[in-house]
Each structure stands twice: as structure tokens, then as C-alpha cells.
């Protein structure tokens, strides 16, 4: 009989040649051995599904699972599917792992008996810096006010850099076609836990030197899903906050709105909302009328709850050019960057 692994790690993969060595071998060369990883090639289109198979035949700890491309979500889903460790860890193809992070993320959960232990992380920069972003944090194990953060955003949503009880996930997938898909979910899985432990030591390097990535891709249809995201990530935390935090109800609708807004506007032609999404913020508009909002935010819900095309075709051009104009400046910038 095969033994269960402690830590199962889940590994999305998608056109990351560049950088998926670089991921692996950050798990390959960790100080805990315990583990496994599963590597989810979905549908690469470079030589990431033969860089997976040849780690694969190197060691049998990992696992490869090649699939037609679904997208950053239906990878991790399908990962998930796959697991058998008692605990779970996410791992982006483009980020890496400081050599000790499995190894303190362990022995914190098990002595602590913790369902869940968040690490701090470092972005890693075109030029090779790598800027500390949990600077701020409180170290915490205080399981009220680590679940109310969560809720607001003031600790990241991201699913990776955390260790969770697998078990935690068994109900839970996230949203397949939809982006900021970690904020759908994510908060859902603290308030399952009965207990949490965040630090701020950076054992985890979230890649930002792709510029060709989801986040920094320059389209402004991308951008557009992502503030829909952001929408349907925030709506989802206001029904947490009704439910187990209801002084924070508002605050969470309030940025729901904001995102629901922008993306509608932007959207004025129609080329990255389905209408079934159009008429999604349309309801959500006219279910939160009475909701304390900036006035630009509650000029422009009035706009698309009245139907003023005309008005909201002006604007939304308006607002088109300058998002492309930022997304642009932004792209050269990590292009030149990279280039150094």
C-alpha cells in the first residue's frame, strides 16, 4: 500500500517554458520531502507538456495530467481531483518556492494544529528584484480577525503561498471561464476552517516578469473580465459578510458596485461580456440602490439602470482609450524591463 503524502501540491501549467523549470525544481530542492506534485498541463502550446513528463520520469512523486486548455481554474480543479496528501498547497508555473517554505509550513500547521498557515511573499520584478509585499502583515493566529481580513481584502485572496487541510476544499472548486477566480473562493475556504496562522516571512516569489501573462496582459478584453471578476469575487463576499460578518456587508457591496460598474462601462461595445453578464450587473445595480457610493459610481449605476445608451456609449469610449493607453504605457515598460 502506497503511502499518503503530506503535502499535495497542485501546479497549473500553460505556455511557462521560460519559468517552469524554475518552479519545479524550487519543490525538487525543498528541505521537506514529503509530498507530491501534481503538474496539469492544460493544453500548452510551447514545451511545457514535455519539460512536465521528463520531471515525471525523474521522479515519482510527480504526476503529470495533460488536458485541452480550460483555463487557470479548470487546472487547479483538475489538480484537486487528483490529490491524496492531507494537506494542499498551491503553486503557480511561473512562481517558485524559498527552499524551506514546504518544511515551516508544515511543522507551523502540525504543531499548531492550524487547518490553515498563510506565508508572506516577495514579487519577483522584470530586473530581477524582488520587492517584499507582506511587510505589513500581523503576524496572527487569531482566526476572527485573519477570516475578517480575508472578507476585506486586506490580506490577499490568492490560493497560493497557503497550506490548507485538504479537506477544506471538498465542496469547493473554482469558478471555470471567470478571472480573479482566487477571490471567489478563497475567503469561502477560511471560514470553513477552524483555525488559521498567518506570518509574513516571504517563503513564497510571485512572478511578475511575464509579461505576457493574464495579469498583465495589455487587451482591454482581459481587463474588462477581470473587473468582472473582481465583481463576482466581491458579491461573493458580501453573501460571507451577510451571513458571519454583517457590520462589513456594505463595505463589500460597495466593491462589488465599483467593479460591477467599471466593467459595464467599459463594456459598451460588447466584446468581452456575455449578455447573461450584462443583465447579472443590471439586477445586482437595481438590488442595491440604497448602498452609500462615490458619485461618479452612483452616476453611472443610473445610467445603465435607466437605459441610457447613448449617454454610456459616450463614456465608455472615453474610458476605453485611456485604459488602453495605460495597459500600453505598462506593457512596454515590462517589455523594456525584461529586455535589461
Known amino acids: 500500500m502506497e503511502k499518503i503524502p503530506s503535502?499535495?501540491?497542485?501546479?497549473?501549467?500553460?505556455?511557462?517554458?521560460?519559468?517552469l523549470k524554475r518552479a519545479i525544481k524550487s519543490v525538487l530542492y525543498q528541505t521537506f520531502a514529503d509530498w507530491e506534485m501534481i503538474l496539469v498541463?492544460?493544453?500548452?502550446?510551447?514545451?511545457?507538456?514535455?519539460i512536465c513528463e521528463s520531471y515525471a520520469k525523474q521522479d515519482k512523486r510527480i504526476r503529470v495530467i495533460h488536458q485541452a486548455n480550460g483555463g487557470l481554474s479548470a487546472a487547479r480543479n483538475t489538480g484537486m481531483s487528483h490529490c491524496a496528501g492531507d494537506y494542499l498547497f498551491f503553486l503557480d508555473s511561473d512562481d517558485y518556492l524559498a527552499g524551506n517554505a514546504l518544511e515551516f509550513l508544515w511543522e507551523k500547521a502540525r504543531q499548531g494544529s492550524f487547518d490553515i498557515v498563510m506565508a508572506g511573499h516577495r514579487r519577483v520584478e522584470p530586473d530581477g528584484s524582488t520587492p517584499l509585499q507582506s511587510s505589513g502583515w500581523l503576524e496572527s493566529e487569531d482566526l476572527h480577525q485573519i477570516r475578517k481580513r480575508i472578507l476585506l481584502n486586506e490580506?490577499?485572496?490568492f490560493a497560493w503561498g497557503k497550506l490548507y487541510r485538504r479537506d477544506l476544499w471538498e465542496d469547493i472548486r473554482f469558478p471555470v471561464g471567470q478571472l480573479v477566480e482566487?477571490?471567489?473562493v478563497v475567503a469561502r475556504v477560511f471560514y470553513k476552517a477552524r483555525s488559521a496562522y498567518?506570518?509574513?516571512a516571504p517563503l513564497y516569489y510571485y512572478s511578475h516578469e511575464n509579461a505576457g501573462s493574464i495579469m498583465n496582459a495589455p487587451g482591454l478584453r482581459n481587463y474588462i473580465r477581470i473587473r468582472y471578476g473582481r465583481f463576482i469575487g466581491w458579491r461573493e463576499h458580501e453573501k460571507l459578510a451577510s451571513s458571519f460578518e454583517p457590520a462589513c456587508r456594505d463595505v463589500c457591496a460597495a466593491q462589488a458596485m465599483k467593479a460591477a460598474v467599471r466593467a459595464y462601462a467599459l463594456d459598451t461595445e460588447k466584446m468581452a461580456l456575455t449578455e447573461s453578464e450584462r443583465d447579472h450587473i443590471r439586477e445586482y445595480i437595481a438590488g442595491h440602490r440604497n448602498l452609500h457610493l462615490p458619485k461618479r459610481i452612483r452616476l453611472i449605476a443610473g445610467l445603465i439602470a435607466g437605459g441610457h445608451d447613448?449617454?454610456?456609449d459616450l463614456l465608455g469610449r472615453l474610458q476605453r482609450r485611456l485604459v488602453m493607453h495605460q495597459l500600453i504605457r505598462r506593457q512596454e515598460k515590462l517589455i523594456k524591463q525584461q529586455a535589461r
Not at 499535495?8 to 519559468?19: G, L
Open 7 to 19: 503535502i499535495s501540491i497542485v501546479v497549473p501549467v500553460y505556455n511557462v517554458e521560460r519559468y
Open 198 to 200: 498567518v506570518c509574513k
Open 41 to 50: 498541463d492544460d493544453g500548452s502550446l510551447d514545451r511545457c507538456g514535455e
Open 155 to 157: 490580506l490577499p485572496n
Open 310 to 312: 447613448g449617454a454610456l
Open 182 to 184: 482566487d477571490m471567489y
